[in-house]
């Protein structure tokens, strides 16, 4: 198996930059006799299975559950695919064509790869997580110099032993871990975000379904942006929010130097 250091495949709100807290809590919540043998961890908000990876990394033995609800999976299983296509576009970046020939030997690559990785291919021939339209014309011809030459990785056992369900995230809550033994990991889409790198589009009544729905023990990540620690004092009367705590924070660089705060809060 190749050591993973980051998701095979990018992806928006990853959680990467958390690996180190989120590997401490969990040691923590093991000598605090939450987590056992018998733990189910359900990665209710899978994304690109990086929690669900490191988990299974730490607890070989136990069961985890990703809900792979943006079906990642497939563009891991395109990963060949998209190769051969970034190989026919540097071949194109490096003829300089004028952008409109450039835009048509492109077009030509991808009418001849049908269901390619759209978010890998738009992030190779666009800027700013847009994503491509089938006529291009999102497309920007500098966007091109990003395109390494390194192939990318295909993920060999990145997943392997996780199990996949692929469902609503309060739905898999309220059938899946009803009988216990479960403990939720929880990291939904900030709230209010229009990305456009997601499925789905969370927003405040989202929030109230997932809040009455947790069940303890349960990690959530959550930022300030979301008034995440506000949010929960609001609702905090309920038994499954009663008492949560911050167990660690991160600070995420973002433009003109303004730094945003993520939370790892917990409640057993
Ligand atoms: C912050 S990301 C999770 C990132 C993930 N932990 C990782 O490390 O890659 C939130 C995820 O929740 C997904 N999502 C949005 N609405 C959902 C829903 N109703 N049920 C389950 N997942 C949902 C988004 O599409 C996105 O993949």
Redesign the pocket.
Known sequence: MHKFTA?PLS?V????YFSKIYLEFLDFALLSGVINKQTIFL?????????SHITKQRFPKNRVIW?D??NYQERLERIPQTNAIRQELLRIKEKNLSKEKTKQEILKVLNANLNYDLRTISGYLTFCGQTLKEDLSNFVPSALEKITKTTIKEPIGYLEGVERVQ????N?IETSAGGGGYFLIL????LQTHSKS?????NLS?YARLLNAIKKPYCL?GSAKSDILELLSLVEEKEQIKGFCVYGESFTKMNQGIKDRDYLIYNF
């Open positions: 998701p992806f709100g990853n959680k990467k990665d209710c908000f899978g994304g690109s299975g990086w929690l809900n609800y943006d469902s609503d995230a309060v898999l990291d939904p889409p900030y997601y499925e789905g589009y969370f989202d990540f």
